[in-house]
Antibody
């Protein structure tokens, strides 16, 4: 079955760039039936939708993060990635990647286990 | 942004009880509403999509209903594995696709 796994550094310094990758196994990022999404969860802000990307490369971002976020897809590696620039302490959170399904009204049917990222000097 | 107001924030119940959790959208979202269950240290798990459609493999004791901009998740005959935190999410129109603040369902 399809599985997602996040990877990346667990500690990022303030003002630097957070980079995470989500590896998709058991399925392909090339399917037009899905979008590939990043969400984060922190005690202070609950679950926050960051953005998503489609196989075509089209993206949607949370307006509150748009100026700092880029989501990209690498079909050769079956991965998609999150870049968050100029991080601050409030970006400390567990980051999840997930698969959105157009046929399920964009519900997120498969999630990675999540990776904790701490922003601290 | 569309705001999702979820209530209650916490709930105590016993095995076998029937409980209801509500999410109210700040504007019309049609039926672009999903419900998730999350246990500590785990990612959320999809329960219901399109407001009332049960996701594959989810027990039939979970159900969803809608009335205008109010959405409810009902769990009938609570089982021990149902004690968890529940979230709603709207995915209507333009982003951001916001989540409710969550309801923690605890054993009485």
């Amino acid at each position: 079955q399809v599985q997602l796994q996040e990877s990346g550094p667990g500690l990022v310094k303030p003002a630097e760039t957070l980079s995470l990758t989500c590896t998709v196994s058991g399925g392909s990022v090339r399917s037009g039936d899905y979008d590939w999404t990043w969400i984060r969860q922190s005690p202070g802000k609950g679950l926050e939708w960051i953005g998503n990307i489609y196989y075509s490369g089209g993206t949607k971002y949370n307006p509150s993060l748009r100026s700092r976020v880029t989501i990209s897809v690498d079909t050769s590696k079956n991965q998609f990635s999150l870049t968050l620039r100029s991080v601050i302490a409030a970006d400390t959170a567990v980051y999840f990647c997930a698969r959105g399904v157009a046929g399920l009204f964009e519900a997120l049917d498969i999630w990675g286990q999540g990776t904790m990222v701490t922003v601290s000097s | 942004d569309i705001q999702m107001t979820q209530s209650p924030s916490s709930l105590s119940a016993s095995e076998g009880d029937r409980v209801t959790i509500t999410c109210r959208a700040s504007q019309s979202i049609s039926t672009y509403l999903s419900w998730y269950q999350q246990k500590p240290g785990k990612p959320p798990k999809l329960l219901i999509y399109a407001a009332s459609s049960l996701h594959t493999g989810v027990p039939s004791r979970f159900s969803g209903q809608t009335s205008g901009t109010d959405f409810t998740l009902t769990i009938s005959n609570l089982q021990p594995e149902d004690f968890a935190t529940y979230f709603c999410q709207q995915t209507y129109g333009d982003p951001p696709y916001t989540f409710g603040q969550g309801t923690k369902l605890e054993m009485k």
